[in-house]
C-alpha cells in the first residue's frame, strides 16, 4: 500500500534526515523492505528523480526512528526550557515529573542530533536554537539590557523552569567602562559579560520563571579562587532569587552530588536549585532531602556480555598506558589508568570524561582477568596479552550515565562512537537530576 502522496513521505524523511543519515535510513528500511533501499535512492527520491517511495507500512516503520509524543503533553504541569542542552540529561528528570519541554539550545551538531533522536519536540510549541548568543544579543556590544530584554522575550516561550548546564568560564572586568557609558542597571551586565553564564542570566532576567536549575563541576566553587561561584550566587540575588543551600560551604556541601549514589561512578556535580523570591516557595528546600536510591546497580549490570573484539586494547596501546602509569608511580604520581574488576562487589569507576575516546584509560574494564602481578614480571606474557582490558561501549556508557538501566538500551545513539564518547563525558548522571525535578515539583507546580 503506498502513502496518498509522497509529500507526506519527504518531510517524515526531511525529519528523520536531522538525525540520522541516508545509508542509516537505508539500512533501517530495508529490515522492512529487503534490498530495496540504498544511499543513492534515498537521495533520488529527495530530488524527485527515483520512482522509490515509501510504503504505508515503510512510513510507520520510519516512524519509529523518531521519539514519540508523551502522553502528558495533552496536559502538562509546567514547561520549561533546556539550555547548553547536550544530550538531554537534565532535560530527562523533569519530563518525568510531568514537564513540557518548550525550548531547548545546543550548538553541537552531533549533540543535537542524539538529542532529536530521543527527545520529542512540539511542532506547536517547540523551538530548536543552535547558538544562544543569538538570542541574548550578548555578542552586539551596542545593545542596551532594555532591547537585549525585548528580543529575548519574543523568541524564548514563556516557561515556569529554565535548566541550564553551562560552561564554566573566568569573569573578567576588560570593558566594564563601555558597558556602564551604555547606563546598565544590573550589575551582572558588567561583571558577567563575555562568559556564557552571562546568557543564562539574561533570560532569567527577561522571562523570570519560578524556578531554574544549573549544574557545573564540582570546582565551580574553587574556580579563580572563588570569584567565579561569587559573582554567580551574587548575580542570582540581584535577579530576584533564593539558591538553595549557600550556607553550606564544607565537605558535606548538599549541592555537591556524587553521580555514585545512583550508579557505579564517581561523578561530582554542583547543583544551584533556584526559587522567584516574590513566590516564597524555597522556604524549606534542601538538596539535602533528594530521595537517595537504597542500591544501585553494579558494574557488571550495565555491562554487556558479547563485546566487539574493536573495544579491547591494541597491544601497542595497552603497552603504552601500563609503562606510562609505571613511570608515573615511581614518582608518586599515581597510575595514569582507572582498571576496574567488574566481579568485584561495590565497585565504582573513576569519572566518563569527553576524552574517552582517545584512549579510554580513565575506566578499563578488566573482563578477561588481566594479571597485574604477572605483568610485573613479564608484561609480554603471552597468555597474559590475551585478556587485555577492554574500553566500555558506547550502550555500557548509556548505562553508567544513568539514560538507560541494566540490561536496557532504549537510548538511542546515532553518532559515531567517537561522538558518543564526547557526549556521554560531557553529560549528568541522568538519575541524579530525575531525583532533584521530584524534590522541586512541589514548589514548581
Known amino acids: 500500500m503506498q502513502l496518498s502522496t509522497d509529500t507526506e513521505g519527504l518531510k517524515l524523511l526531511e525529519q528523520v534526515l536531522e538525525v540520522y543519515d541516508q545509508k542509516q535510513i537505508a539500512n533501517y528500511l530495508n529490515q522492512r523492505s529487503p534490498n530495496k533501499w540504498n544511499r543513492e535512492a534515498i537521495n533520488r527520491w529527495r530530488k524527485g528523480k527515483a ?30 526550557i533546556d539550555l547548553f542542552a547536550g544530550i538531554g540529561g537534565l532535560r530527562n528528570g523533569f519530563e518525568k515529573i510531568g514537564g513540557r519541554c518548550v525550548f531547548t539550545s545546543e550548538w553541537n551538531k552531533y549533540a543535537v542530533k542524539t538529542y532529536k533522536a530521543n527527545w520529542y519536540a ?17 555578542q552586539c556590544d551596542h545593545t542596551s539590557e532594555e532591547e537585549a ?42 561583571e558577567t559579560q563575555g562568559t556564557l553564564f552571562f546568557d543564562v542570566a539574561r533570560i532569567i532576567a527577561a522571562k523570570r520563571p519560578k524556578a531554574f536549575l544549573l ?27 533564593d539558591v538553595a543551600d549557600l550556607e553550606f560551604d564544607t565537605p558535606h556541601d548538599p549541592k555537591v552530588i556524587n553521580g555514585s549514589l545512583f ?35 553494579s558494574l557488571q ?12 586494547l591494541t597491544p601497542r596501546l595497552w603497552e603504552y598506558l601500563y609503562f606510562y602509569a609505571k613511570k608515573h608511580k615511581a614518582k608518586g604520581n599515581g597510575f595514569g589508568f582507572g582498571l576496574v574488576n567488574p566481579n568485584q562487589k561495590d565497585v565504582v569507576t573513576r569519572t566518563l570524561s569527553a576524552r574517552y575516546y582517545k584512549d579510554g584509560s580513565e575506566i578499563l574494564i578488566n573482563h578477561n582477568g588481566w594479571d597485574m602481578e604477572k605483568a610485573d614480571i613479564d ?62 515539583k512541589s514548589r514548581i507546580i
Open 149 to 190: 530584554a525585548i528580543y529575548i522575550d519574543s523568541k524564548i516561550p514563556n516557561h515556569d523552569v529554565l535548566l541550564a548546564g553551562f560552561p564554566c568560564q573566568p569573569f573578567s572586568l576588560a570593558g566594564i567602562s563601555k558597558k556602564n557609558a551604555l547606563g546598565r542597571s544590573h550589575g551582572f551586565e558588567c
Open 51 to 80: 520512482q522509490e517511495k515509501l510504503t504505508y507500512d515503510e512510513y510507520k516503520y520510519l516512524q519509529d526512528l523518531l521519539p514519540k509524543r508523551p502522553s502528558h503533553y495533552d496536559k502538562p504541569e509546567f514547561d520549561f
Open 301 to 312: 549490570s550495565i555491562l554487556d556480555s558479547d563485546v566487539e573484539d574493536k573495544y579491547t
Open 263 to 297: 550508579t557505579p561512578q564517581n561523578r561530582e556535580r554542583i547543583v544551584l536549585v533556584g526559587f522567584r523570591k516574590d513566590l516564597k516557595s524555597s522556604r524549606g528546600f534542601s538538596l539535602k532531602d533528594i530521595k537517595i536510591p537504597e542500591s544501585r546497580p
Open 215 to 241: 549544574e557545573n563541576v564540582k570546582n565551580l566553587k574553587s574556580h579563580d579562587k572563588g570569584k567565579t561561584f561569587q559573582i554567580i550566587t551574587k548575580t542570582l540575588d540581584e535577579l530576584g532569587y
Open 379 to 440: 608484561f609480554y606474557d603471552a597468555n597474559n596479552q590475551s585478556k587485555r582490558p577492554r574500553r566500555l561501549t558506547p550502550r555500557e556508557c548509556a548505562r553508567l550515565m544513568g539514560f538507560d538501566k541494566p540490561n536496557e538500551s532504549k537510548f538511542k545513539i546515532p553518532v559515531s562512537d567517537m561522538q558518543a564518547y564526547k557526549q556521554f563525558g560531557n553529560s549528568v548522571v541522568a538519575p541524579v537530576f530525575a531525583a532533584v525535578a521530584e524534590l522541586m
Open 122 to 138: 512540539d511542532p506547536h510549541y517547540h523551538v530548536f536554537n543552535e547558538d544562544i548568543r543569538d538570542l541574548t544579543l550578548s
